[in-house]
T-cell receptor, first 113, second 109 residues
Framework: SAVISQKPSRDICQRGTSLTIQCQVD?????MFWYRQQPGQSLTLIAT?????????ESGFVIDKFPISRPNLTFSTLTVSNMSPEDSSIYLC??????????FGPGTRLTVL | KQEVTQIPAALSVPEGENLVLNCSFT??????LQWFRQDPGKGLTSLLL?????REQTSGRLNASLDKSSGRSTLYIAASQPGDSATYLC????????FGAGTRLTVKP
């Protein structure tokens, strides 16, 4: 299994500002994923981040709003840019382990005022 | 496009009861199916992973079954406890992973 940590665990931000979320994995992984979970909803995939290549974004998500970095095989960041109250969500980092089992970090709970 | 449905959306049971959570999916060409637990405001904890070639997996009081041909999976929880209270999510992997909306379980002491 993979152990994933995220920073910050929660934050309250003002409209128009940006927040960068960090994801650290205890082992080297090829594929990392970023998800959003809006209040009362299930998970929505934002993008897939492979080391050494540009992130692949899902429909409805763009790089200008959610820039992602993947500098090595154990770390990634997601930035939520120019935030609005609609960005208030839990943001989750995830990796694919052995046997295609997916593991998730503890999440970052973001509130935008 | 794969669609995943979980029934019921919410369930409240007294402590000690055995219960079944249901998950259905529309595309039977899956690689695997995974059950997760999510506590309020937290991340997802993987409970059970069933590969497409398997029929069931067991971990402690949890048993998950998979019937690919009918597009169904069930999560059986034996002798439920208040600590089992959480949202249970089913996720199906084809070329990507699709999540159900979850079943919110409350186990009352």
């Amino acid at each position: 299994s993979a152990v994933i940590s995220q920073k910050p665990s929660r934050d309250i931000c003002q409209r128009g500002t940006s927040l960068t979320i960090q994801c650290q994995v205890d082992s080297q992984v090829t594929m990392m994923f970023w998800y959003r979970q809006q209040p009362g909803q299930s998970l929505t995939l934002i993008a897939t981040a492979n080391q050494g290549s540009e992130a692949t974004y899902e429909s409805g998500f763009v790089i200008d709003k959610f820039p992602i970095s993947r500098p090595n095989l154990t770390f990634s960041t997601l930035t939520v840019s120019n935030m609005s109250p609609e960005d208030s969500s839990i943001y989750l980092c995830s990796v694919l382990g052995g046997y295609n089992e997916q593991f998730f970090g503890p999440g970052t709970r973001l509130t935008v005022l | 496009k794969q669609e995943v449905t979980q029934i019921p959306a919410a369930l409240s049971v007294p402590e000690g009861e055995n219960l079944v959570l249901n998950c259905s999916f529309t595309d039977s060409a899956i690689y695997n199916l995974q059950w997760f637990r999510q506590d309020p405001g937290k991340g997802l904890t993987s409970l059970l992973l069933i590969q497409s070639s398997q029929r069931e997996q067991t971990s402690g009081r949890l048993n998950a079954s998979l019937d690919k041909s009918s597009g169904r999976s069930t999560l059986y929880i034996a002798a439920s406890q208040p600590g089992d209270s959480a949202t249970y999510l089913c996720a199906v992997r084809t070329y990507d992973m699709r999540f159900g909306a979850g079943t919110r379980l409350t186990v009352k002491p």
